[in-house]
Each structure stands twice: as C-alpha cells, then as structure tokens.
C-alpha cells in the first residue's frame, strides 16, 4: 500500500514514523527542508511537490494547519489524485471545508475522508491517537490497515463533516476544562487543600475530565507545560467553535466568557507558549 503524507511537522512526523516502522510504502511533502531531512532519515521518500506526491499513492494524508491550508493543497492535487485513492484529512479544520472537498473528491473520482486526532504529538509518536472518521463507510473501511497503525481509538462520527465537527466540539471542551479546572484548584488551595488531593478526589468523581486526569498531572502541577500543543493552536479552535455556532444559529452563552479569556484577557500569553499556561490566567488575582 503506498501512501503520501501531506504536512510531516509534529503530528505529521509521528504519523510518518510510525507507518514507515510498519513497513508501508511511504512518500511524504513539507515545504520545510529541515522537516524533509528529518523525514528522509525515518526511512520515508520525500517529493519535491505536494502535486508530484499525489500521483500514484492509494492513500494520501493531510496534516495541515487549518482549513484555507487543506483548501489551497487539495485545489493543487486534486488533479494528480489517482481514481480511487483516499485522502485522509487529519487536520483540525471545518465541517464546510470537508463537505466541499468531499464534493471535489466525487467529481474527481476519490473519496475524501474527514479525520481529525487528537493526544498531540505524544500519541502521533506513539500510535496511540484517538481518530474521529466520517465520510464514505467503505473508504473508512479501507483505512483500517492504516488507522490501525497510528491510532489506539477510532470513532465513526457520521457523514462527511461530522469529523471535523465533533473535534471543534472536543477541542471547546478541553479550553473551558483547563479554565474551571485552575479555578477550582486556586480556589481549594485557598481553602487549604493541595491540588494533589483536589485532583484525586475530582477524578473519582463526577467533576473529572481529560484536564483533571491527563494535562494538569503532565503539564501544569509539574510546571513542564510541554505539550506540544500551542497556545496559539487553541485560540485558533476557540474560534472555529464560536464560527461553528454562528453558522449553525446556536448559542454558546456558557462558553462565551471562556472564549473572551483565551481570545481577548490572556494577551500576555503569547501564541508560541504551551496551551496549558492558560491555567495561569488570573493567578494571584
């Protein structure tokens, strides 16, 4: 099975890594010629092009950083795709983008697949993301041997978009998690519990989240906030969501004073620093 990998930066390269240690056939593009280099040294085949990627491969993977990125390289090579092929996107982008390419992928004749991920470039390494699928049954069926390799779970959301929509909903979850979760902490530590013991007892609980379980152990009490994940990353998908709910006519009031934090109050947090420093807004306050 040959496959071509699209954006080989941090969730990219894991995915590289991981299906090349499998023994498939894989060719990758990056602008980026530190990025090729790295990938040629994993063992993978680098194309000068994104378009002279996209001849020949049965499944090609996107991992781009948003929406317009996925629309500009798919307007590239969507006319070197072969009949057939898949891709596969595993951007985080937008539910209309994924309809559209879906639609492209029809007239075309491939089938274009939504699958955006989630565990950072931790799980990318790993094989151990979790991969949200929607589109064509049969396509999401002939993924299975690569799925597999790079992923510990996989969900089937729905028709095409449904993907990308479920993973700006998860992403919402996760930046208003780490705000209730640092107020929570301060709060107890002011009444003198340790988050230690805050945090055991929230997880056993009906309060705990993947904040509560994973990212405040790994990244925040440990002062690491090493991710891999970006600030800037999140404020990006704080807006996808409020975009998504004004597309669809839905109100977000509870989400609204959250997403003012992360797009507005917590200037002083640059967009290169881990997203889990957003714990560190209002702090001392």
Same mark, same amino acid.
């Given at each position: 099975?040959?496959?071509?990998?699209?954006?080989?930066?941090?969730?990219?390269?894991?995915?590289?890594?991981?299906?090349?240690?499998?023994?498939?056939?894989?060719?990758?593009?990056?602008?980026? #010629?530190? %990025?090729?280099?790295?990938?040629?040294?994993?063992?993978?085949?680098? /194309?000068? &092009?994104?378009?002279?990627? $996209? !001849? +020949?491969?049965?499944?090609?993977?996107?991992?781009?950083?948003?929406?317009?990125?996925?629309?500009?390289?798919?307007?590239?090579?969507?006319?070197?795709?072969?009949?057939?092929?898949?891709?596969?996107?595993?951007?985080?982008?937008?539910?209309?983008?994924?309809?559209?390419?879906?639609?492209?992928?029809?007239?075309?004749?491939?089938?274009f697949i939504d699958g955006p991920v989630s565990g950072g470039p931790a799980a990318a390494n790993a094989?151990?993301?979790?991969?949200?699928?929607?589109?064509?049954? #049969?396509? %999401?069926?002939?993924?299975?041997?690569?799925?597999?390799?790079?992923? /510990?779970? &996989?969900?089937?959301?729905? $028709? !095409? +978009?449904a993907g990308h929509a479920a993973k700006i909903a998860n992403n919402m979850l996760c930046a208003a998690?780490?705000?209730?979760?640092?107020?929570?902490?301060?709060?107890?530590?002011?009444?003198?519990?340790?988050?230690?013991?805050?945090?055991?007892?929230?997880?056993?609980?009906?309060?705990?989240?993947?904040?509560?379980?994973?990212?405040?152990?790994?990244?925040?009490?440990?002062g690491a906030f090493d991710s891999g994940f970006t600030m800037g990353l999140m404020r990006k998908d704080?807006?996808?969501?409020?975009?998504?709910?004004?597309?669809?006519?839905?109100?977000?009031?509870?989400?609204?004073?959250?997403?003012?934090?992360?797009?507005?109050?917590?200037?002083?947090?640059?967009?290169?620093?881990?997203?889990?420093?957003?714990?560190?807004?209002?702090?001392?306050?």
């Open positions: 099975m040959k496959i071509g990998i699209i954006g080989c930066g941090n969730m990219g390269g894991g995915m590289v890594g991981q299906l090349v240690a499998a023994g498939m056939d894989v060719s990758c593009y990056d602008p980026d #010629a530190d %990025i090729q280099a790295r990938m040629r040294t994993l063992g993978a085949s680098v /194309a000068e &092009t994104a378009k002279a990627l $996209a !001849s +020949g491969q049965g499944i090609i993977i996107l991992s781009l950083p948003k929406a317009q990125v996925v629309e500009a390289v798919m307007a590239e090579i969507a006319p070197y795709i072969e009949a057939d092929a898949i891709v596969l996107d595993t951007s985080t982008s937008t539910p209309t983008t994924s309809q559209a390419m879906a639609k492209l992928g029809q007239t075309n004749g491939f089938d094989g151990t993301m979790t991969m949200l699928l929607a589109g064509n049954h #049969a396509a %999401i069926d002939r993924l299975a041997p690569v799925t597999q390799i790079l992923t /510990a779970k &996989t969900v089937v959301v729905g $028709a !095409s +978009g998690n780490l705000v209730l979760v640092a107020e929570a902490v301060r709060m107890c530590e002011a009444a003198g519990v340790k988050p230690e013991g805050l945090l055991e007892g929230v997880n056993a609980g009906s309060g705990r989240s993947g904040v509560s379980v994973v990212n405040f152990p790994k990244w925040v009490l440990n704080v807006g996808l969501a409020l975009e998504l709910a004004e597309q669809t006519g839905v109100d977000l009031n509870g989400f609204a004073g959250i997403a003012d934090l992360w797009l507005s109050k917590s200037g002083d947090i640059p967009d290169t620093a881990d997203f889990n420093e957003i714990t560190k807004y209002g702090a001392g306050k």
